[in-house]
């Protein structure tokens, strides 16, 4: 299809007339997921020691939570497009808190790992505000708006590892529990108060909800943008699970000064999103992805030359890092844009079923990841998983663009 001939689908679209939601609202329940991933990391050596476990089971805290994130988008996409978007945030984030609580507790590394289990309750919040951006604004708008709300959400994992590698060292790693309580209380009550319900077309039966991912993995683009926004976010986890062995055990840095470093990363998707709010509308979707992708790959393929060539600095790996979160920021907000246009009416289901897509392959990525960097936190194999992700990346959003542009 043309950039410039008209989407039929969007045409379709029903201009929303009611209250709309202040973004800051958006932003937080879209934060409390990645921030429980970010400030968790950071304290899982002293959780290792604390409850006498192992590195690689404590480990399994990120993994599980992934995991569980996947598989609950399923059921939170169809159940808010039946029930509506505001019941469903609500449940996810009171077991958001449960689990949080239980691990503030926890004796023992079970109990922690069933806790942040509990935990990944908090994906409503990361789907419904996507779904909601969809519910609001027409296809073209809706990338911009994505892009300003993933920003600012963008804001958590870049000061989630600096924050709780701060309160691990200064108090102890339950603190960082505390920390996470207190911000999802924030995010239920800014919620009561500013979250209208968006979904128009709730009250379908839940079979025929679920009906539609059938309708959704037959549309082959919706398949080739689920694969990019995975692959893509690949890298990203991918230097989530293997970048604090990188960091304790290859270059010596402590917990805090990794989570300054980390900073880098989550600094340059930041600004891939704010790049993409300002001009997605006007240079499209398509020629967005190409860039981000493009500019994903070059991130590992610099570090892995400059550690080949002897280079060793932390800023070696993690500041080449920053063009991943760069491309990730450009190419994330335009697929999800793009999946979820394919059918309007079910954009919580087709959010649940991208999000699970794309946390599944990133809950994969980390476990690979922890592999690959071995007991000696290798650089290098963790940037050559990345490099790979983003190739596949690539490869599928050039197979998109020529895709979309032949479908009518």
């Not at 289901?349 to 897509?357: K, Q, R, T, V, W």
Request: proline share 6%; with cysteine; hydrophobic share 55%.
């Amino acid at each position: 299809m043309n950039r410039h001939t008209p989407d039929p689908i969007s045409s379709r679209d029903d201009e929303w007339t009611g209250p709309r939601p202040a973004l800051i609202t958006l932003v937080l329940f879209a934060a409390v997921s990645p921030l429980a991933i970010n400030m968790f990391v950071a304290s899982m050596p002293d959780i290792a020691i604390d409850l006498g476990a192992s590195y690689a089971t404590i480990q399994l805290g990120l993994s599980l939570y992934l995991f569980m994130t996947a598989w609950l988008q399923l059921v939170i996409g169809p159940l808010s497009d039946v029930y509506g978007r505001r019941p469903v945030i609500y449940t996810g984030l009171a077991l958001f808190m449960v689990g949080t609580l239980i691990c503030i507790f926890a004796q023992s590394a079970p109990g922690v790992l069933a806790g942040r289990i509990m935990q990944s309750g908090s994906a409503a919040g990361m789907v419904m505000s996507r779904a909601i951006v969809r519910d609001i604004y027409p296809r073209a708008k809706a990338a911009s708006a994505m892009g300003y709300m993933v920003m600012g959400m963008a804001i958590a994992p870049m000061l989630g590892p600096a924050i709780g590698g701060v309160i691990a060292e200064l108090t102890n790693w339950r603190m960082i529990f505390v920390a996470l309580a207190l911000f999802g209380v924030a995010a239920l009550v800014l919620g009561l108060f500013n979250l209208p319900e968006t979904n128009r077309f709730r009250g379908t039966p839940l079979r025929q909800q679920i009906g539609t991912y059938k309708s959704l993995t037959r549309l082959p683009l919706f398949w080739l943008y689920a694969g990019i926004s995975g692959f893509a976010s690949a890298g990203f986890f991918s230097f989530v699970g293997g970048g604090p062995a990188v960091s304790a055990i290859y270059l010596g840095l402590s917990p805090s000064t990794y989570g300054l470093y980390f900073m880098f990363t989550a600094l340059g998707y930041s600004i891939g999103n704010f790049l993409t709010g300002r001009y997605s509308e006007r240079h499209g979707l398509e020629r967005m992805m190409i860039e981000g992708a493009f500019i994903t790959i070059a991130g590992p393929l610099i570090t892995i030359v400059l550690f080949s060539m002897g280079i060793e600095h932390p800023l070696a790996f993690f500041l080449p890092m920053a063009l991943v979160g760069f491309g990730n920021g450009l190419t994330l907000p335009n697929a999800t844009t793009a999946a979820i246009s394919l059918k309007p009416d079910a954009a919580g289901a087709a959010s649940g079923l991208l999000g699970a897509i794309q946390i599944g392959i990133g809950a994969v990525a980390s476990v690979l990841a922890g592999i690959v960097v071995g007991a000696e936190g290798l650089p290098i194999p963790l940037c050559i998983l990345i490099a790979v992700g983003s190739f596949i990346a690539l490869v599928l959003t050039m197979i998109a663009v020529r895709m979309s542009r032949r479908t009518p």
